[in-house]
C-alpha cells in the first residue's frame, strides 16, 4: 500500500523561485493536511481540507496556497520562495471516526531556499 | 484556537527507567489526543491515543493519561529501551475545526 505519497523528496529553490509540492494519498481519507518541519521543532499546520473543492488556513499560511479538486490529491504551493521557508514538508491524511482522527504522514520534502 | 504546550522538551532517563512527557492544552473542545513517535530522518507515526471519554489507555510499556478538567494529558513509557530514543510529540484535535495541532515535541534520550 502506497498511503501517503509526496514529491519530490529533496529540492533546492533560489528565493524567489516557485515550486508545487505534490501529495497523494490511496486511502480515501476525506481529509488532508499540510504541516512544516523546522530544523530541531514541532509541526506546525499549514493549510488542511476536509474535502474536495474545501481548504482552511492552519497556523502559519502566509507565503502558501493549496488546492484540492480531487480526493486524492492535496498540492501545496510556495509562491515567492524565501529562507524562512526552509523546513521539511509532511503531508497527511486521515478519516475522522468514532474511535479518532488517525492522521498518517508522508514520508516529507526537504525544502531548502538559498 | 488550540494551543498545545508539551513539557519537557528534553528528557534524559536510564535504561530501564520510566519516562513521562506532559501535554497541556487550551480548546475544551478538543476530544481526542494522539501522541506520535519520530525517529531521525523519519516520518511521525502514531504510537498511542485516547478520546476525551477515557482517562487512561495502555498499551504494553506505553500509557496515555488525561485530565479533562486540568486540560492535561500524559505520555508514560515503562522499562525503557534504547530502541525509545526518538522525538515524541503529543496533539490535540475536536470535531468543531478537525484541526490537529501538535506539541513542541520531546526529544527523548535512554541512557546505557
Known amino acids: 500500500n502506497a498511503g501517503v505519497t509526496q514529491t519530490p523528496k529533496f529540492r533546492i529553490l533560489k528565493i524567489g523561485q516557485s515550486m508545487t509540492l505534490q501529495c497523494t494519498q490511496d486511502m480515501n481519507h476525506n481529509y488532508m493536511y499540510w504541516y512544516r518541519q523546522d530544523p530541531g521543532m514541532g509541526l506546525k499546520l499549514i493549510y488542511y481540507s476536509v474535502g474536495a473543492g474545501i481548504t482552511d488556513k492552519g497556523e502559519v499560511p502566509n507565503g502558501y496556497n493549496v488546492s484540492r479538486s480531487t480526493t486524492e490529491d492535496f498540492p501545496l504551493r510556495l509562491e515567492l520562495a524565501a529562507p524562512s521557508q526552509t523546513s521539511v514538508y509532511f503531508c497527511?491524511?486521515?478519516?475522522?471516526?468514532?474511535?479518532?482522527?488517525?492522521?498518517?504522514f508522508g514520508e516529507g520534502s526537504w525544502l531548502t531556499v538559498v | 484556537g488550540e494551543n498545545v504546550e508539551q513539557h519537557p522538551s528534553t528528557l534524559s532517563v536510564q535504561e530501564g527507567d520510566s519516562a513521562v512527557i506532559k501535554c497541556t492544552y487550551s480548546?475544551?473542545?478538543?476530544?481526542?489526543f494522539p501522541w506520535y513517535k519520530q525517529e531521525l530522518g523519519k516520518r511521525p507515526q502514531l504510537i498511542i491515543d485516547?478520546?476525551?471519554?477515557?482517562g487512561e489507555k495502555k498499551d504494553q510499556r506505553i500509557a496515555v493519561t488525561l485530565n479533562k478538567t486540568a486540560k492535561h494529558f500524559s505520555l508514560h513509557i515503562t522499562e525503557t529501551q534504547p530502541e525509545d530514543s526518538a522525538v515524541y510529540f503529543c496533539?490535540?484535535?475536536?470535531?468543531?475545526?478537525?484541526?490537529?495541532?501538535f506539541g513542541k515535541g520531546t526529544r527523548l534520550h535512554i541512557l546505557p
Open positions: 497527511a491524511s486521515s478519516t475522522p471516526g468514532s474511535s479518532g482522527n488517525t492522521i498518517y
Open positions: 485516547i478520546r476525551s471519554n477515557v
Open positions: 480548546d475544551s473542545a478538543s476530544n481526542y
Open positions: 496533539a490535540a484535535s475536536s470535531n468543531r475545526d478537525d484541526k490537529i495541532i
